[in-house]
C-alpha cells in the first residue's frame, strides 16, 4: 500500500531555512503526481508545491521565490527547501500522491497523504 513518510520539521526563527523530506513507498513513484500542502492552526489545508505527472512545477504565489520542490525518482524522496522563512508559514506541512491531478494544488485531488511534520517559524 501506498505510505508517505515526511521528515525535516521543525522550530526555526523568521528568515530561517528548513528542508523537509518525504519518504514514498508502495508505488511506482515517478508515475504519481506529488505535492505539498501544509495547515495552519484555525486554517484550511492549502497547496503549497506540487509537480504534475509531466514534472512541471508549480507553487503558490506565497512561497513562491522562497520554497523550491524537488524529487529524487531513484530514492522514491520528494523535498521541499523552504528559505527565507515567515511567521505566517508555520503550520503542519504533508506531503501527498496522487495518480491524477488535474489541478496540484488542490488537495481534493489527492488521495494519498503523509501524517505531517510541524514546522514553526517564530
Known amino acids: 500500500h501506498v505510505q508517505l513518510v515526511e521528515s525535516g520539521g521543525g522550530s526555526v526563527q523568521a528568515g530561517g531555512s528548513l528542508r523537509l523530506s518525504c519518504a514514498a513507498s508502495?508505488?511506482?513513484?515517478?508515475?504519481?503526481?506529488m505535492g505539498w500542502f501544509r495547515q495552519a492552526p484555525g486554517k484550511e489545508r492549502e497547496g503549497v508545491a506540487a509537480?504534475?505527472?509531466?514534472?512541471?512545477?508549480m507553487y503558490a504565489d506565497s512561497v513562491k521565490g522562497r520554497f523550491t520542490i524537488s524529487q529524487d525518482n531513484a530514492k522514491n524522496t520528494l523535498y521541499l527547501q523552504m528559505n527565507s522563512l515567515k511567521p505566517e508559514d508555520t503550520g503542519v506541512y504533508f506531503c501527498a500522491a496522487a495518480v491524477h491531478a488535474i489541478h496540484p494544488l488542490k488537495d481534493i485531488e489527492y488521495n494519498h497523504w503523509g501524517q505531517g511534520t510541524q514546522v514553526t517559524v517564530s
Open positions: 508502495g508505488y511506482t513513484y515517478s508515475s504519481y503526481c
Open positions: 509537480f504534475d505527472k509531466d514534472g512541471t512545477t
